[in-house]
């Protein structure tokens, strides 16, 4: 199975910081033939089902805000959040579809400072 | 709109079944792959299987394979998740998925406590 790793486990922040966090992969998630990362990124907050915020490493879903910017390739992925805003405050996690078992990281807390 | 609403769960004694279903709407369900993916109460992710928009294949996580069956009625727009011989380490919230791999819907999820 193909590990996901997250850090940190969580971050205390204040509305209007610049934010980031990390996901690396056991394992390669770009294809070579297609040239794109199985990595997409999801947002969970508290009683609520995630929500996917970007798929293929990069690709923002419709209606998510620009300040949620996903990045990397390979092994080593980055989100960021430009300017944090109260309502992002969530567990953020990666999940890796190159391969079944699909698997995801432990996630993010984004919690306020 | 696209929901997906899930039922079936609650207090369950290990080694027992369990029938989860997931009822669609707002989209060709026929059209889509669906998945299973469940949440232990630590905030572990953990996909469990899919199946072919025709109900034709399914693909499961191997530590799963062996208790756990997927299936579908298109007629119904319903998915279905088949649970055996529970596990306290079953006890999860388990959520209905669309589109497997890159989870663009989900439901709200059905709690599954396993306990004696």
């Known amino acids: 199975d193909i590990v996901m790793t997250q850090t940190p486990s969580s971050q205390a922040v204040s509305a209007g910081e610049k934010v980031t966090m990390s996901c690396k992969s056991s394992?390669?998630?770009?294809?070579?033939?297609?040239?794109?990362?199985?990595l997409a990124w999801y947002q969970q907050k508290p009683g609520q089902s995630p929500k996917l915020l970007i798929s293929?490493?990069?690709t923002r879903e419709s209606g998510v805000p620009d300040r949620f910017i996903g990045s990397g390739s390979g092994t080593d992925f980055t989100l960021t959040i430009s300017s944090v805003q109260a309502e992002d405050l969530a567990v953020y996690y990666c999940?890796?579809?190159?391969?079944?078992?699909?698997?995801f990281g432990a996630g993010t807390k984004l919690e306020l400072k | 709109e696209v929901q997906l609403v899930e039922s079936g769960g609650g207090l369950v004694q290990p080694g027992a079944s369990l029938k989860l279903s997931c009822v669609a709407s707002?989209?060709?369900?026929?059209?889509?792959?669906m998945s299973w993916v469940r949440q232990t109460p630590g905030k572990t992710m953990e996909w469990i299987g899919d199946?072919?928009?025709?109900?034709?294949?399914?693909n499961y996580a191997p530590s799963l394979k062996n208790r756990f069956t997927i299936s579908r009625d298109n007629a119904k727009s319903t998915l279905y998740l088949q649970m055996s011989n529970v596990r306290s380490e079953d006890t999860a919230t388990y959520y209905c998925?669309?589109?497997?791999?890159?989870?663009?819907?989900w439901g709200q999820g059905t709690l599954v406590t396993v306990s004696s």
């Open positions: 998925t669309a589109n497997p791999g890159v989870f663009a819907y």
């Open positions: 707002g989209f060709t369900f026929s059209d889509y792959w």
């Open positions: 199946i072919k928009y025709d109900g034709s294949y399914t």
């Open positions: 394992q390669s998630l770009l294809y070579s033939e297609n040239k794109k990362n199985y």
């Open positions: 293929w490493a990069s």
């Open positions: 999940e890796q579809y190159y391969d079944t078992p699909y698997t």
